[in-house]
């Protein structure tokens, strides 16, 4: 994190001297439209955080853990699907869950249907692309996250 923010900082003055009015301009919008997104943010933080600490550490080792199986992918695959979540969001969630128990495939599985599977957008993206098109790019993107958790698994064994 230290590093990003060097960079960040680095970059920043660096801007400053190369058009100090543009990088102005740039951080004023950049604050704006962080505080346009924090309310939402801040909501989906604290949903999914007294979700995590009323559902008990038992329950995500029975439906993700290493002993779940099939079904432990096919829930993933399911919440994930249904799930609309930024990344920066998913990834300590992520976190969170691996150290409860649920194993990586399960999590690879959830992750890749999270950011390529939208269920919820389905409506959206049949106006633009179409109700073939829609459904096709999901029903793929769905096995491909079946298949890449599969992969994980092989993987993880094998280191």
Known sequence: MA????????SLILSSVYNGKKTLSGVKKGLMLFLKILPTLLSVIIIISV????????????????????????????????????????????????????SYPIIAVFVTTLMMVGIVTIPIEKRYFGLKVT?????????????????????????
Not at 135 to 159: D, M, Q, Y
Request: hydrophobic share 60%; aromatic share 14%.
């Open 51 to 102: 979700l995590l600490y009323v559902t008990p550490k038992e329950f995500f080792l029975k439906y993700f853990g290493n002993a779940s199986g099939i079904m432990g992918y096919v829930f993933g695959a399911l919440i994930g699907s249904i799930t609309l979540m930024p990344g920066f969001i998913a990834y300590p969630l992520c976190g969170f869950l691996i150290r409860n128990g649920v």
């Open 135 to 159: 459904l096709l790019r999901n029903i793929l993107s769905f096995i491909g996250a079946i298949i890449i958790g599969l992969l994980v698994g092989i993987l993880w064994k094998a280191l």
């Open 3 to 10: 590093i990003i923010i060097s960079i960040t900082i680095i």
